[in-house]
């Protein structure tokens, strides 16, 4: 298996064909619509297994929207275009089929499920993606992970996401990264809300996750906050605006947003739709 | 109604006939007076009563159903084996649907001055306890109570006398009767002033026996001053089963009363639970869970009667109901004039798991005195979108999913069940009524 790290290589089979050689999340002219609405508007996007690619856009622009829509959410309803991982049609499968082939999804604001205790959701997803561990292993392993995450132990057996506070549930959120090692991890702002410390607990998390799976894993971080790129350098930063892939470049790109905000992008972009834009 | 006449069924004369042979006087007259109410009684009707709106038992005919024979072979050894698997070290009484009672495991008990008998032998023995037992239970309070009196046999008898802590639980097994019989599950408990108890009483019958059977049941509790009883009622009969059931539980001063059970088998149930709090200070909390699918149809009725002052109640039953299943619930808190400060609360929840499945609850209040606080609700709710999302965007299929809600939904009932062993089978029951397909019982790890 070849180890790619950029994202565009290409290599040369024995036969002569040319085929793309790394695992990657492949979204092409993706098209949604929310309730009729459309939020999507063809997007974009190649993110290859090892690397990080962050999306930056102003609020409303769709990031959210990708990331829901790549994960299954019922919700979302694709009206045109693809979206594959490691070659499969991800929007034949749902969402439990997604996270098993690899795919995880890091929730902005996690629903809490009353009853069902943190340690036995993450047993049953082991479970459901045929990662289970002895009981012991698994036990220590969680203890390991939670310690790194400086996360009580009592929240082994709280309910999951039942009263945490807005930290405590990002935390949460990287916690069931930690221990279901996927492939290709959506964190939807997994900085929003965090004080200085918890920021750098979870970014520390996300860049422990991805150091342990050796290149295996790709990231699609979706954030409004440089800070959080200080411990995640990426590989590209794609900004989006009215549900399209507007620009993309290296992790420069993130430096001249927090400098000079999306104007540039609003102003560039409305041209090109004015009977939509003045509305 | 030629039918009636002619054949000896469990609902006849003769079968009065039978037990007034076996009863000391008192009881025969009792069983007497309960049959002539009976028969004179209508059966209940969902066109003329109003807690039977909702329940239809028009196509129940009693003198269908034939006299209790043996126990289905099997079925004695699954009652033990749930007793040996939930709470092994209580005392084990088996009472069978043809009378014969076998008690285990009492030794205990009995050296410390409790009784544990079957009920005929009580009745026989200890009249002046049994009568006491038996003094809530108006021999022609209902159409099915007033069956019962005439009809129970065998059944099962606990006192404990005052002062006395009971150094081990209770479990009294009621096993369902054969295919299309009828079996009279009979439980009478008195505690005396200051004493305590842990009470299960488990209904149980062969699980996937698709022949009807009927089944009426009085459980008649008597809690003195400051005494406490635990009482943990589990439901499983056989699914074809009609249940009609009524416990009814009175508490003296200062007396706390916890029921804390589950409903999940027979294919209509009727079930009243009753709680009297008469002295002054008595507390009665009812934490009941119900899972209902297929075309089962469970009832609940509760009575919170608050006669003395400064009485406090709290009833919460949350049901789950998939496929075609019915939840019927009406509750009422009844604050009779003397009652002051009395606090009562009763909650239904419901949870639909399919579109077909569907819930009834009303609570309701009557507050004849001052000074009271009393509250209701109901509620009935979907399996959320956003849970199911949550939990299948990691891996979960969705049936797994909805089983993870479905035992979540559940916990904060079963989690106040102080006993490990008998809320690991609790919920070992509950996995297997949802249906559990995993590799192992989906427990706490380590």
Same mark, same amino acid.
């Given at each position: 298996? $070849?180890?790619?790290? *950029? !994202?565009?290589? /290409? /290599?040369v089979a024995g036969s002569g064909a040319v085929v793309a050689p790394t695992t990657e999340l492949h979204v092409d002219g993706l098209r949604v619509a929310v309730e009729g609405k459309p939020i999507l508007d063809g997007v974009d996007l190649r993110v290859p297994v090892g690397e990080v690619h962050v999306l930056m856009g102003p609020n409303g622009s769709g990031k959210s929207t990708l990331a829901y829509s790549l994960m299954g959410h019922p919700k979302y309803k694709v009206t045109g275009g693809s979206a594959?991982?490691? !070659?499969?049609?991800?929007?034949?499968?749902? $969402?439990?089929r997604r996270a098993q082939l690899g795919l995880f999804l890091s929730f902005q604001n996690p629903i809490a499920i009353p009853g069902v205790t943190t340690v036995n959701f993450l047993r049953a997803a082991l479970r459901a993606q045929g990662k289970e561990l002895p009981a012991r292993e698994f036990i220590a392993r969680l203890g390991e992970e939670m310690g790194s995450l400086r996360m009580d132990a009592s929240f082994r057996g709280r309910y999951i996401n039942d009263g945490f506070s807005g930290g405590e549930k990002k935390r949460a959120e990287i916690l069931q990264l930690a221990m279901l090692e996927p492939r290709l991890a959506i964190l939807d702002e997994p900085d929003s809300g965090l004080d200085v410390d918890a920021l750098r607990i979870v970014a520390e998390g996300v860049l422990r996750v991805m150091e342990k799976s050796e290149g295996r894993m790709g990231v699609l971080l979706i954030t409004h906050y440089y800070r959080i790129l200080e411990n995640l350098t990426p590989d590209r930063v794609h900004i989006m605006h009215q549900g399209k892939i507007v620009d993309s470049g290296g992790p420069e790109l993130a430096h001249v947003i927090e400098r000079? *905000? =999306?104007?540039? =992008?609003?102003?560039a972009t409305s041209p090109t739709g004015p009977e939509v834009s003045r509305r | 109604m030629t039918e009636a006449a002619t054949a000896a069924g469990a609902v006849s004369r003769e079968s009065l006939d039978a037990r007034l042979?076996?009863?000391?006087?008192?009881l025969a007259d009792r069983r007497n007076a309960a049959w002539d109410a009976f028969t004179a009684m209508p059966a209940p009707s969902s066109a003329r009563d109003e807690d039977w709106r909702r329940t239809d038992i028009g196509r129940l005919h009693l003198d269908r159903f034939g006299p209790a024979g043996p126990a289905a072979p099997g079925l004695l050894e699954l009652a033990r084996s749930r007793h040996a698997t939930a709470l092994p070290g209580a005392a084990l009484l088996v009472s069978e649907p043809a009378g014969t009672v076998t008690i285990d495991n009492a030794e205990a008990l009995l050296a410390q001055g409790v009784i544990i008998s079957s009920l005929e032998e009580a009745a026989e023995r200890h009249p002046e306890l049994v009568q006491r037992g038996?003094?809530?239970i108006g021999i022609d309070d209902s159409y099915f109570a007033a069956l019962w009196n005439s009809l129970w046999l065998g059944g099962a008898f606990v006192y404990v006398p005052a002062g006395v802590q009971a150094m081990t639980p209770v479990w009294v097994s009621h096993l369902a009767a054969g295919a299309d019989a009828a079996a009279f599950p009979a439980t009478v408990v008195v505690l005396d002033g200051h004493a305590s108890l842990t009470l299960v009483e488990d209904l149980v019958g062969p699980a996937a026996d698709p022949a009807a059977r009927v089944s009426v049941a009085v459980t008649a509790l008597q809690l003195g001053d400051d005494a406490r009883l635990d009482d943990i009622p589990v439901q499983q009969l056989p699914p074809a089963t009609w249940h009609f059931a009524l416990r009814r539980a009175s508490c003296g001063p200062s007396a706390h009363y916890r029921l804390l059970g589950a409903t999940l088998g027979a294919r209509l149930q009727k079930s009243y639970w009753d709680v009297i709090l008469d002295g002054r200070g008595a507390e009665a909390d009812i934490l009941a869970v119900c899972f209902a699918d297929a075309d089962q149809h469970l009832d609940h009725q509760s009575l919170q009667l608050h006669r003395g002052p400064d009485t406090r109640s709290n009833l919460l039953l949350k049901v789950a109901a998939r496929d075609r299943a019915q939840s019927v619930y009406g509750g009422l808190i009844d604050v009779e004039p003397g009652a002051i400060h009395a606090d009562g609360y009763v909650v239904n929840r419901n949870l639909l798991l399919s579109q077909g499945a569907s819930a009834s609850g009303v609570p309701r209040l009557e507050i004849k005195a001052n000074d009271v606080r009393c509250g209701h609700g109901t509620t009935v709710g979907h399996v959320d979108d956003e849970e199911r999302f949550y939990l299948m965007a990691r891996g979960i299929p969705a049936d797994e999913a909805e089983r993870l809600v479905v035992r979540g939904y559940f916990a904060d009932v079963l989690d106040r069940l102080p006993i490990e062993s008998t809320r690991d089978w609790l919920v070992s029951l509950l996995d297997s009524e949802i249906g559990d397909? !995993? $590799?192992s019982?989906? *427990?706490?790890?380590g």
């Amino acid at each position: 298996m $070849p180890e790619t790290a *950029g !994202g565009a290589q /290409v /290599v040369v089979a024995g036969s002569g064909a040319v085929v793309a050689p790394t695992t990657e999340l492949h979204v092409d002219g993706l098209r949604v619509a929310v309730e009729g609405k459309p939020i999507l508007d063809g997007v974009d996007l190649r993110v290859p297994v090892g690397e990080v690619h962050v999306l930056m856009g102003p609020n409303g622009s769709g990031k959210s929207t990708l990331a829901y829509s790549l994960m299954g959410h019922p919700k979302y309803k694709v009206t045109g275009g693809s979206a594959s991982f490691d !070659g499969q049609d991800l929007l034949a499968l749902t $969402p439990d089929r997604r996270a098993q082939l690899g795919l995880f999804l890091s929730f902005q604001n996690p629903i809490a499920i009353p009853g069902v205790t943190t340690v036995n959701f993450l047993r049953a997803a082991l479970r459901a993606q045929g990662k289970e561990l002895p009981a012991r292993e698994f036990i220590a392993r969680l203890g390991e992970e939670m310690g790194s995450l400086r996360m009580d132990a009592s929240f082994r057996g709280r309910y999951i996401n039942d009263g945490f506070s807005g930290g405590e549930k990002k935390r949460a959120e990287i916690l069931q990264l930690a221990m279901l090692e996927p492939r290709l991890a959506i964190l939807d702002e997994p900085d929003s809300g965090l004080d200085v410390d918890a920021l750098r607990i979870v970014a520390e998390g996300v860049l422990r996750v991805m150091e342990k799976s050796e290149g295996r894993m790709g990231v699609l971080l979706i954030t409004h906050y440089y800070r959080i790129l200080e411990n995640l350098t990426p590989d590209r930063v794609h900004i989006m605006h009215q549900g399209k892939i507007v620009d993309s470049g290296g992790p420069e790109l993130a430096h001249v947003i927090e400098r000079e *905000g =999306y104007d540039p =992008y609003i102003t560039a972009t409305s041209p090109t739709g004015p009977e939509v834009s003045r509305r | 109604m030629t039918e009636a006449a002619t054949a000896a069924g469990a609902v006849s004369r003769e079968s009065l006939d039978a037990r007034l042979a076996t009863s000391p006087g008192w009881l025969a007259d009792r069983r007497n007076a309960a049959w002539d109410a009976f028969t004179a009684m209508p059966a209940p009707s969902s066109a003329r009563d109003e807690d039977w709106r909702r329940t239809d038992i028009g196509r129940l005919h009693l003198d269908r159903f034939g006299p209790a024979g043996p126990a289905a072979p099997g079925l004695l050894e699954l009652a033990r084996s749930r007793h040996a698997t939930a709470l092994p070290g209580a005392a084990l009484l088996v009472s069978e649907p043809a009378g014969t009672v076998t008690i285990d495991n009492a030794e205990a008990l009995l050296a410390q001055g409790v009784i544990i008998s079957s009920l005929e032998e009580a009745a026989e023995r200890h009249p002046e306890l049994v009568q006491r037992g038996l003094s809530g239970i108006g021999i022609d309070d209902s159409y099915f109570a007033a069956l019962w009196n005439s009809l129970w046999l065998g059944g099962a008898f606990v006192y404990v006398p005052a002062g006395v802590q009971a150094m081990t639980p209770v479990w009294v097994s009621h096993l369902a009767a054969g295919a299309d019989a009828a079996a009279f599950p009979a439980t009478v408990v008195v505690l005396d002033g200051h004493a305590s108890l842990t009470l299960v009483e488990d209904l149980v019958g062969p699980a996937a026996d698709p022949a009807a059977r009927v089944s009426v049941a009085v459980t008649a509790l008597q809690l003195g001053d400051d005494a406490r009883l635990d009482d943990i009622p589990v439901q499983q009969l056989p699914p074809a089963t009609w249940h009609f059931a009524l416990r009814r539980a009175s508490c003296g001063p200062s007396a706390h009363y916890r029921l804390l059970g589950a409903t999940l088998g027979a294919r209509l149930q009727k079930s009243y639970w009753d709680v009297i709090l008469d002295g002054r200070g008595a507390e009665a909390d009812i934490l009941a869970v119900c899972f209902a699918d297929a075309d089962q149809h469970l009832d609940h009725q509760s009575l919170q009667l608050h006669r003395g002052p400064d009485t406090r109640s709290n009833l919460l039953l949350k049901v789950a109901a998939r496929d075609r299943a019915q939840s019927v619930y009406g509750g009422l808190i009844d604050v009779e004039p003397g009652a002051i400060h009395a606090d009562g609360y009763v909650v239904n929840r419901n949870l639909l798991l399919s579109q077909g499945a569907s819930a009834s609850g009303v609570p309701r209040l009557e507050i004849k005195a001052n000074d009271v606080r009393c509250g209701h609700g109901t509620t009935v709710g979907h399996v959320d979108d956003e849970e199911r999302f949550y939990l299948m965007a990691r891996g979960i299929p969705a049936d797994e999913a909805e089983r993870l809600v479905v035992r979540g939904y559940f916990a904060d009932v079963l989690d106040r069940l102080p006993i490990e062993s008998t809320r690991d089978w609790l919920v070992s029951l509950l996995d297997s009524e949802i249906g559990d397909r !995993g $590799p192992s019982r989906f *427990g706490e790890a380590g």
